[in-house]
Nanobody, 121 residues
Framework: QVQLVESGGGLVQTGGSLRLSCAASGTIVSDNAMAWYRQAPGMQRELVASITSGDNTNYADSVKGRFTISRDSAKNTVYLQMNSLKPEDTAVYYC???????????????WGQGTQVTVSS
């Protein structure tokens, strides 16, 4: 199965920056589209950013111009650089393949534990 381990979250002030990492095992992150999601308290999980195997990227309107998704094939890791953070970015952030948990090439992509991002005003 695929294991995804998110890290890099923390407490930051409004306007600050964080870089999240998603280390993958059991899959090669450059082989398919990967994405970052977030879930705020009492809210549904939402797609934040995605990157295709061809490095095309897509962003939610709420983070365009502030967040950047990227991938390091050598480290088999997906990143989310978050700049100009706002209190409304506070959430638990998760990575997974685009489309969320399901089987892909015979392996199931489970949700990881996520990483908490808290932006203070």
């Amino acid at each position: 199965q695929v294991q995804l381990v998110e890290s890099g979250g923390g407490l930051v002030q409004t306007g600050g920056s964080l870089r999240l990492s998603c280390a993958a095992s059991g899959t090669i992150v450059s082989d398919n589209a990967m994405a970052w999601y977030r879930q705020a308290p009492g809210m549904q999980r939402e797609l934040v950013a995605s990157i295709t195997s061809g490095d095309n990227t897509n962003y939610a309107d709420s983070v365009k111009g502030r967040f950047t998704i990227s991938r390091d094939s050598a480290k088999n890791t997906v990143y989310l650089q978050m700049n100009s953070l706002k209190p409304e970015d506070t959430a638990v952030y998760y990575c997974n393949k685009e489309g969320g948990p399901s089987y892909y090439r015979g392996k199931y992509y489970y949700w990881g534990q996520g990483t908490q991002v808290t932006v203070s005003s």
